[in-house]
T-cell receptor
Framework: DTEVTQTPKHLVMGMTNKKSLKCEQHMGHRAMYWYKQKAKKPPELMFV???????INESVPSRFSPECPNSSLLNLHLHALQPEDSALYLC??????????????FGPGTRLTVL | SQQGEEDPQALSIQEGENATMNCSYK?????LQWYRQNSGRGLVHLIL?????REKHSGRLRVTLDTSKKSSSLLITASRAADTASYFCALPPHNTDKLIFGTGTRLQVFP
């Protein structure tokens, strides 16, 4: 299984809602990532988990809260988002978090719209 | 910024033609990667080329790396309509493990 799955595919939420994005992989990868991508822009790194521990937080606002319950799952909890947070949220994984073997496998993304 | 700058921003060609896109960067790197993204979907890894390699092939793809010029190119030969996508170079800056994506090239291949 060489797939990264993400749910939901689409999400519309109000600014007062609490929602979660989910990501799963069964490739035995020990590094997982969250990226944010605005239209016609490259993906921007948000968080990196290595061996289920948060290794990088790219100064992401606290209204985004990542969680890695186990080596296969990655969640992104959303609360009190702003309309400018509307974007495609991509999850990725890689074998380990090392530059020489850092090929990343991406999920299809969750299209988030904040009203 | 370590972000790669890609050129051209957009490219339109006919099926069967070759497509070349370039990526320039500013600091030293351990490797450089190329990814493809179909409209509004996840990215697919194409090729990783290490800093001690000059050229790499994968099917119809050919990637070159010139570390002295701090640039890389991706050549797609005999393009197909299915190659229509955005192509990004991605760089882990030296001494970090982050992956920074370039600005991207939008390729349109007409049947």
């Amino acid at each position: 299984d060489t797939e990264v799955t993400q749910t939901p595919k689409h999400l519309v939420m109000g600014m007062t809602n609490k929602k979660s994005l989910k990501c799963e992989q069964h490739m035995g990868h020990r590094a997982m990532y969250w990226y944010k991508q605005k239209a016609k822009k490259p993906p921007e790194l948000m968080f990196v988990y290595s061996y289920e521990k948060l290794s990088i937080n790219e100064s992401v606002p606290s209204r985004f809260s990542p969680e890695c319950p186990n080596s296969s799952l990655l969640n992104l909890h959303l609360h009190a988002l702003q309309p400018e947070d509307s974007a495609l949220y991509l999850c990725a994984s890689s074998q380990v978090w090392e530059t020489q073997r850092n090929e990343q496998f991406f999920g299809p993304g969750t299209r988030l719209t904040v009203l | 910024s370590q972000q790669g700058e890609e050129d051209p921003q957009a490219l339109s060609i006919q099926e069967g033609e070759n497509a070349t896109m370039n990526c320039s960067y500013k600091t030293s790197i351990n490797n450089l990667q190329w990814y493809r993204q179909n409209s509004g979907r996840g990215l697919v890894h194409l090729i990783l080329i290490r800093s001690n390699e000059r050229e790499k092939h994968s099917g119809r793809l050919r990637v070159t790396l010139d570390t002295s010029k701090k640039s890389s190119s991706l050549l797609i030969t005999a393009s197909r309509a299915a190659d229509t996508a955005s192509y990004f170079c991605a760089l882990p800056p030296h001494n970090t493990d982050k992956l920074i994506f370039g600005t991207g090239t939008r390729l349109q291949v007409f049947p």
